[in-house]
């Protein structure tokens, strides 16, 4: 059965800081990624997703996500935070065949500070 | 409408009562999923439903838990003799592809608190 595991409940940066927030992945055959933000009181928003060709993935908000195959990981970076992009994010996978349920992890807490 | 639409937003009930929780998906979309997000906890799976196949109801946790989907369109979450364990956001996300590389859209959720 796939999972994801985001190893962080937390992570803290200074605003115009680069950000990194952590997902690894265990899923049988290819695995299709996604990254999802929550703010407050909110329902979750689709940041973006990896289903295959560049590792590098660009989404919305100026997110971007490395996919590593041999590490099974799907980071979320932005070059420059903003206080704005404090939030709630959520990894998520879904592979194989078939219907595949999205399975999301435990998510992380961002905090930029000015 | 624009996005997906859940009702109530909030429902406070007593435990051993039963609950109704609304779906409205985005239109045109065909497949339809519900969620459960508890304090502190990731997201957990409950049914999907696509098209006119027999919904995928494995992560439903007990047999409280049903769900229908009525022309294709909205759907209803119901959970009888509520318990306080059900007290968590209920979501439900639609998306236009019922393959396993489209992305979901989410409605904002309905917050069930039982006493």
């Known amino acids: 059965a796939q999972s994801v595991a985001q190893p962080e409940d937390q992570v803290n940066v200074a605003e115009g800081n680069p950000l990194t927030v952590k997902c690894t992945y265990s899923?049988?055959?290819?695995?299709?990624l996604f990254w999802y933000v929550q703010y407050p009181n909110r329902g979750l928003q689709f940041l973006l997703k990896y289903i295959t060709g560049d590792n590098l993935v660009k989404g919305s908000y100026g997110f971007e996500a490395e996919f590593n195959k041999s590490q099974t990981s799907f980071h979320l970076k932005k070059p420059s935070a903003l206080v704005s992009d404090s939030a709630l994010y959520f990894c998520?996978?879904?592979?194989?065949?078939?219907?595949?349920?999205?399975?999301f992890g435990t998510g992380t807490r961002l905090l930029v500070s000015p | 409408g624009a996005g997906v639409s859940q009702s109530p937003s909030n429902k406070v009930t007593e435990k051993g009562k039963d609950v109704e929780l609304r779906c409205d998906p985005i239109s045109g979309h065909t497949a339809l999923y519900w969620y459960r997000q508890s304090l502190g906890q990731g997201l957990e799976f409950l049914i999907y439903f696509q098209g006119n196949s027999a919904p995928d109801k494995s992560g439903l946790p007990s047999d409280r838990f049903s769900a229908e989907r009525t022309g294709g369109s909205v759907s209803t979450l119901t959970i009888q003799r509520t318990q306080q364990e059900d007290s968590a956001v209920y979501l439900c996300?639609?998306?236009?592809?019922?393959?396993?590389?489209?992305?979901?859209?989410f409605g904002e959720g309905s917050r069930l608190t039982v006493l």
């Open positions: 996300a639609s998306s236009r592809t019922p393959t396993n590389t489209g992305e979901l859209f």
């Open positions: 998520a996978v879904r592979g194989g065949t078939g219907f595949q349920k999205l399975v």
């Open positions: 899923v049988s055959g290819n695995p299709y």
